[in-house]
């Protein structure tokens, strides 16, 4: 049997063959970034993900195992945890196929609890969803269940359980998943990229696991946040850049519970060209880079500095609601290392952009979401609700298929909650009803606490019952979630019935 995963294959052995080369050609008339490395040959040995392993021949399908079991795991020099793993790694192995792919994962549970394998964006069949009581029974200890879908949409997206989510996410489970398109390679232009999944882990005075239930209802009203920040698994891990080469990062904010609040130090931007769902219409410059738990982005940044010298990538303090920024300091995450070689000084870049054509919301239904909390008098313990009721009283939002709506999400608690539509992609609208430019598909978008969010969504396949939540997800455990009940109109049940 071959290994469950394997380091991406290096194209050339010898280190100064992999220098000389991006030298040469930045020195050519018209050079660009475009299909060509610009880095030296080792610049992300230290932080790439190890990828999946394809079992299949087939050029057009994507067949691996995947195995969720407790393993050791190394996540600093010297610091090692018992996690709970997806083939014995943190994060899980990265997935990498190309739109319109078949995916065939072969997922088998060795955990001390039930679990699944939810995938975080992708619009796929309900039966595929990874979700407990709404799309498949939870795969017990010992058991094996097989996930099998094409893949529609490019993108980065990312994959964890929808069993004790916060729990087990926050034990170690959870993997980046990139649909590529080939045609972007053209019209992004940047040949060297990567994968960055950014996570927390909660570990105690013994450098174990910490409860996934610290400090009680409190803890959960809150968020709990790991007190060790992970970049690919790893605290602070390094990479090499050459100054003024462009490098595309794509994005994935795996914790429970913490936003990133982006920052590469004075001068630097992200120009972030694509979201949750792919490219978006047009890129923008962001001096700060803010992911809410479950949202990506995929930016090019060009570092600039002396060659030799030294940036730090780190996240910024960011108010997600009470307690979040007060006697806090920032989080150092990504040591960047200017390679000692000339400075990169080819032109600008593609000007990236993707047509996307807007929801007709003309006679879309109406939707109102309250996310509230309430407190039980009797023993004190804190309630999170939709409507003011929780997921475990509530009835879903009913929708009917090619149905447009227009969700007016208020956020009415003290602490904001990026919420997370399974299954659909959406677009977030102004105060004036018009879509946020440029145009970028969403699955998960903040809602500032006191604030309230409008969005559009259609749903235009797929019949099921599809959960929303907080991705902050002890607030989704403590009552933060409900679901979409997709169905037939009553119109065509009432044909089918007569034919």
Known sequence: MPMPMTMRKRSSPIRWIGTLVPVLLALLPGSSAAGQSLQQADWDDRIRLREAVDLNPDPRIVEVNFEARVATVEIAPGLEVEAWTYNGMIPGPLIRVRVGDRLIVHFTNNLP???????????????MDGVPGYSQPPVETGESFTYDFVVPDAGIFWYHP???????????????????????????????????????????????????????????????????????????????????????????????????????????AFKK????????EYAEDHEFLVLGAGERADVIVRPTGEPGGELLLRSLLHDRGYGSTEFRDFEDLIAVELADMPPYSGGPLPETSREIQPYDTEGATEVSLRLTVAQDP????????????????????????????????????????????????FLVLDE????????????????????????????????????????????????????????????????????
């Not at 609890?113 to 039966?127: D, F, K, M, Q």
């Not at 909650?417 to 992609?425: A, R």
């Open 113 to 127: 609890e039930s679990s699944t394998i939810h995938w975080h964006g992708l619009r796929i069949p309900i039966e």
């Open 162 to 268: 929808h069993v004790m989510s916060a729990g087990q996410v926050g034990f170690g489970l959870y993997g980046g998943f990139l649909v590529e398109d080939p045609a972007e390679d053209e019209t992004v232009g940047v040949a060297d990229d990567l994968v960055i999944v950014l996570s927390d882990i909660d570990l105690n005075e013994q450098g174990e696991l910490a409860s996934p239930d610290t400090g009680g209802s409190v803890g959960m009203l809150f968020g709990r946040e790991g007190n060790h920040v992970l970049v690919n698994g790893r605290e602070t891990p390094a990479l090499v850049a050459r100054v003024g080469a462009p490098q595309r990062w794509r994005l994935v904010n795996a914790a429970k519970s913490r936003y990133f609040m982006l920052d590469l130090g004075e001068g630097h």
């Open 273 to 280: 060209i694509g979201g949750d769902g792919g490219l978006v």
């Open 378 to 425: 009797s023993d004190k313990t804190f309630e999170y609700g939709i409507n003011d009721v929780p997921f475990w009283k509530a009835q879903p939002v009913l929708a009917e298929l090619g149905e447009t709506q227009i969700w007016t999400v208020e956020n009415t608690t003290a602490w904001s909650h990026p919420l997370h539509l399974h299954g659909f992609f």
């Open 432 to 499: 004036n009803g018009d879509p946020v430019r440029p145009l970028e598909w969403k699955d998960t978008v903040d809602i500032p606490f006191e604030d309230s969010v409008r969005l559009a969504v259609r749903f235009d396949e797929r019949p099921g019952t599809w959960i929303f939540h907080c991705h902050i997800l002890d607030h989704a455990e403590g009552g933060l979630l409900s679901a979409v009940h997709l169905d037939i109109p009553v119109s065509e049940f009432k044909n089918m019935l007569e034919h």
